[in-house]
């Protein structure tokens, strides 16, 4: 395949077009899906949040955490807030699950990796990951300063990757379609740009033409190129012309004999 | 527009790249941003829902009691860390269920309450109403005491929250597509050249030879495009005229060697010696290819090195400090600044050993030899896992770098003739400027999007990248082996031109303090203080390409200027002066962004003004010196010792942080700058004018 002028420009541009593209949108998509992670986590701690308050202000009466019969009606009304939310659990400092939109797990134990945050970060939501969901917690702490267990709201690992699928998809569609635009338009443009220097190169190739191997004299060129290439068909016809008058004067010298 | 310049080519082109690049991405970036905007909006409003439920929850329990709304006591103790903890709620507020303000925090109760008398408060449902009030996007939800409504409990978020949240992406658009807009000027600069204008200008030589009647060379073309197909034309023609006469002479030989009649030997040999005397045919017996080293050859590729090495500018102190606690009994600051002055010390170590390198294996050879230092250096900083690696890692590409811009140079020296040098030194430098702006701004954006350590990655990316361009586009360039090269003069030569009071002023207090500066400030002061002040990496290169502009824009005006006015010590004088004021801005403006930016632009337009009537000074004040070891030479051992200002300004600024704070280190570093400065503008008052040839009596 010949590659023509405006065919490399094209592929210059569009080269530089297309990682351009892949470079700001896959910048843009992580700043996003940062922002929209940050909101999320954000809200979900807010909803783990309330819950913790509500349930150190038992705490503080004196009443233990296991029994705080109210506390699973108020994780089940959160959750029932929010189709999102897979699941809210509340558990002691022992592993054991007190408290759970799932009641069926009441009773059994949390992984021993869900304590290790609530002896690290004191009062700070923590962000775990189960299998298929993400957790967000708070530790419950008593009037003492003592953690007594934690709050863990659980909500579908994949619910960015939903969210943001669509998005994407959409995006990538129109980004294919503008990259075609541009590229069809490159192609166009860098042709029509191009087109002087490939009509003068034309021209001058059939000066060199006529005037080398026909002997047309030579128009004169519109700069200084040009007017040197035309001096130079010149110059090139004059030689071709003495060579061959020398060529006939030495044969006809030879055939003297 | 002419066939031989690139200039008319290359606008036209840039345009249609701006119109390529900048249209597309600015549609696409815009549409994609409204995308994101909407996507936001469903989140904040069931964060705003689930805060104005608590809020509406808690409230109504104390009315439950029989408080009437406008008796409730600690509302705002109430509201307070709530706004403080979810910062994209601008206010909360308590109304009556006519819709006067009871209670309110974040903004000013007169914003908000004729909008709520006039709103139908009755029509808001359990779930809420959202509305627009301004610049806010109010929920309200129902209080309830019993059975009745006994108020509204309001939430208002920032409409322009999440525009704000996401303009960090319009900033990062914005700085890729400046920095794609330079790597398409130089790519388009190189596909014009080495496809259209370098051949052809190559061709224009060629014809004016032919002109004259010499035709020992041809084009040479490898391309099928149409400026290849062209060249063949003409190599067609030359090599058909080239093989007319050879045929002739072959003849004439034939009737000199066998023609008995000398009288026809004698006048066949006049017709050949006529041909030879008005034409050139090669006597290698058929034409040479005609090839020229161009210095635009190697641009691309040194535009690439020198930006791979700018992506890490922005944040190699910070990246530095991470590394730092490794280090005992030695000052943090001291240890980061260690990875920046060691790099420039091994720039200036091995900089005047790969100047003699490449005159003994050629330039393309030592971009070569020099990219594998570079390359082991990016990928093992970035593998780096304490400072005294880090430190090793930094030094060797730093004597990669030397390498690879001295082959540079070494290449574009040769490849121009000497009267055009500064032609060619334009080369060198529009590249270098070119990559600082770019490379620095996208290495901040690509830094915070995929982390330090991956930006060194995409360095050593960058640096295989050039060296495969010179491995495949210099191959006919390197020296033949065992070509005798003239031995130039040593080092203690070199060392006597410090008996020249004026180069020694020029380089101790001019020279000098500008490398002091721009290392010690701009690479490392300033990623270090817009750090502490909690700017991310990729705002702290916006403003440090703030550098390279303003040097971009005066630089032009300063040559224009030193050429006109004649004044090159003045100006260099003036510029110094600027620098060191700029450096004091944070005594005036203090620490914060206002005072930086003040000073990286003095500094830009310090070093814009002076740079070039600093190199112009040279051949003037050593004039002896120049005509005896060399313009290069002396020039070489000028960078030699101004890049000792680039190993001490780092240091020299961390030494002062702990004695007085970021600001004053930047002050303290000013001072040092300007009394170097004061001292120099002084003596530069006894420079006169012209040649220097005193130091001829210098013996040798």
Same mark, same amino acid.
């Given at each position: ?146 953690? $007594?267990? /934690? @709050? =863990? %709201?659980?909500?579908? !690992? ?8 669509? +998005? *994407?998809?959409?995006?990538?569609? $129109?980004? /294919? @379609? =503008? %990259?075609?635009?541009? !590229? ?8 029509? +740009? *191009? ?63 | ?700």
């Amino acid at each position: 395949m010949a590659w023509s002028l405006s065919r490399k420009v094209s592929v210059a541009l569009l080269g530089i077009l297309l990682s351009t593209m892949v470079m700001t949108g896959a910048f843009g998509y992580y700043k996003f899906q940062s922002v929209l992670s940050d909101q999320v986590n954000s809200r979900y701690s807010f909803v783990v949040f309330t819950i913790k308050r509500k349930i150190e202000d038992r705490l503080a009466l004196g009443l233990a955490l296991r029994a705080l019969r109210q506390i699973q009606e108020l994780a089940e009304l959160e959750k029932a807030r929010d189709s999102q939310i897979l699941g809210i659990q509340i558990y002691d400092s022992n592993r054991e699950v007190l408290f759970d939109t799932d009641r069926g797990t009441i009773g059994s134990r949390v992984p021993s990796t869900w304590l290790e945050p609530l002896s690290a970060q004191g009062t700070q939501p923590f962000s775990l990951t189960d299998e298929d969901s993400a957790l967000v917690g708070l530790p419950l702490v008593n009037t003492l300063g003592k953690v $007594e267990g /934690a @709050v =863990v %709201l659980r909500y579908p !690992a994949t619910y960015l990757e939903q969210e943001l699928g669509r +998005l *994407l998809q959409r995006l990538a569609g $129109e980004f /294919a @379609v =503008v %990259l075609l635009g541009s !590229a069809v338009l490159s192609v166009i443009a860098a042709s029509w +740009l *191009l087109r002087d220097v490939r009509q003068r190169l034309v021209a001058m190739e059939n000066t060199l033409n006529q005037s080398v191997t026909k002997g047309a004299p030579a128009k004169p060129g519109r700069d200084a190129f040009e007017g040197d290439f035309v001096r130079f068909c010149g110059k090139a016809r004059e030689a071709v012309e003495q060579i061959g008058e020398a060529s006939d004067e030495v044969e006809r010298l030879d055939r003297l004999a | 527009m002419k066939l031989d310049s690139s200039r008319s080519l290359l606008i036209r082109l840039f345009a249609l790249a701006v119109l390529v690049l900048v249209t597309p991405l600015s549609i696409l970036s815009l549409r994609a941003l409204g995308e994101f905007e909407q996507g936001m909006v469903p989140e904040l409003d069931k964060k705003a829902a689930a805060i104005g439920r608590d809020v509406a929850g808690q409230v109504s329990r104390a009315l439950g009691y029989g408080i009437p709304v406008d008796r409730l006591v600690g509302v705002d103790e109430f509201f307070s860390p709530m706004l403080e903890a979810n910062p994209e709620i601008r206010y909360l507020a308590i109304t009556d269920p006519v819709g006067r303000v009871k209670f309110i925090n974040g903004v000013d109760r007169d914003e908000l309450e004729p909008h709520y008398r006039s709103a139908d408060m009755n029509a808001v449902g359990a779930d809420g109403v959202k509305s627009s009030i301004g610049a806010y996007m109010d929920l309200a939800l129902p209080l309830t005491a019993g059975q009745t409504v006994a108020g509204h409990v309001h939430v208002g978020f920032d409409q322009n929250h999440i525009a704000t949240r996401l303009s960090d992406i319009l900033a990062d658009v914005a700085v890729v597509i400046v920095s794609s807009l330079i790597i398409a000027f130089e790519i388009l600069l190189f596909v014009v050249f080495v496809n259209v204008t370098g051949p052809l200008k190559l061709l224009r030589d060629l014809v004016n030879r032919a002109g004259h009647g010499d035709f020992t060379h041809v084009p040479t073309s490898g391309s099928d495009d149409e400026v290849g197909r062209f060249l063949r034309a003409v190599q067609g023609t030359l090599r058909q005229l080239d093989g007319r006469y050879r045929q002739l002479m072959a003849y004439v030989d034939e009737v000199r060697s066998g023609h008995f009649d000398k009288g026809v030997v004698a006048k066949v040999g006049d017709v050949a010696d006529r041909i030879n005397f008005l034409y050139r045919f090669s006597p290698s017996g058929k034409p040479e290819p005609m090839v020229e080293r161009r210095a635009t050859d190697i641009r691309l590729a040194l535009f690439l090195f020198v930006f791979a090495e700018e992506l890490s500018r922005s944040f190699m102190p910070l990246f530095a400090g991470r590394l730092a606690s490794s280090v005992p009994n030695v000052p943090i600051d001291l240890v980061m600044a260690l990875p920046i002055a060691l790099f420039m010390a091994a720039i200036a170590i091995a900089s005047p050993l790969a100047g003699q390198l490449a005159e003994r294996v050629g330039p393309r050879r030592l971009f070569l030899i020099g990219a594998v230092p570079a390359t082991i250096g990016s990928l093992m900083t970035a593998a780096s896992f304490g400072m005294f690696d880090l430190i090793l890692w930094r030094t060797l590409t730093g004597f990669g770098y030397a390498m690879a811009t001295m082959a540079c140079q070494s290449y574009i020296s040769h490849a121009v003739k000497s009267d055009r040098r500064a032609q060619g030194l334009g080369v060198y430098v529009a590249a270098v400027l070119t990559a600082g702006i770019g490379g620095n701004a996208l290495g901040g954006v690509i830094a915070d999007r995929i982390g330090l350590r991956p930006t060194f990655v995409v360095s050593a990316i960058l640096v295989v990248l050039a060296a495969m361009l010179v491995s495949r586009l210099l191959s006919s360039a390197d020296p033949a082996p065992g070509e005798d090269q003239p031995r130039p003069p040593g080092g203690r030569h070199l060392l006597r031109l410090l008996r020249n009071w004026r180069f020694t002023v020029l380089m101790v207090f001019a020279a000098v303090p500008a490398k002091m500066a721009l290392t010690g400030y701009l690479f490392f002061l300033v990623p270090v203080t817009l750090s502490q002040q909690g700017w991310e990496v990729a705002e702290i290169a916006r403003i440090m390409v703030l550098y390279p502009l303003v040097m971009v824009a005066v630089s032009p005006l300063a040559a224009r200027l030193a050429d006109g006015l004649g004044w090159r010590a003045g100006q260099v004088a003036v510029g110094g002066l600027i620098g060191g004021v700029g450096l004091l801005a944070p005594l005036l403006l203090g620490g914060g962004p206002l005072s930086i930016v003040v000073s990286i632009t003095a500094l830009g337009v310090s070093h814009g003004m002076s740079a070039s009537p600093q190199l112009a000074l040279l051949p003037d004040l050593c004039w002896t010196e120049c005509r005896r070891l060399g313009n290069t030479r002396v020039l070489g051992f000028s960078r030699f010792v101004e890049r000792l200002g680039s190993v001490a300004g780092p240091i020299l600024a961390a030494l002062f942080i702990p004695l007085w704070g970021m600001s004053g280190a930047v002050a303290g570093l000013g001072v040092v700058v300007l009394s170097m400065a004061v001292v120099f503008a002084i003596a530069s008052a006894a420079y006169g004018s012209g040649p220097h040839i005193e130091t001829e009596e210098d013996p040798a």
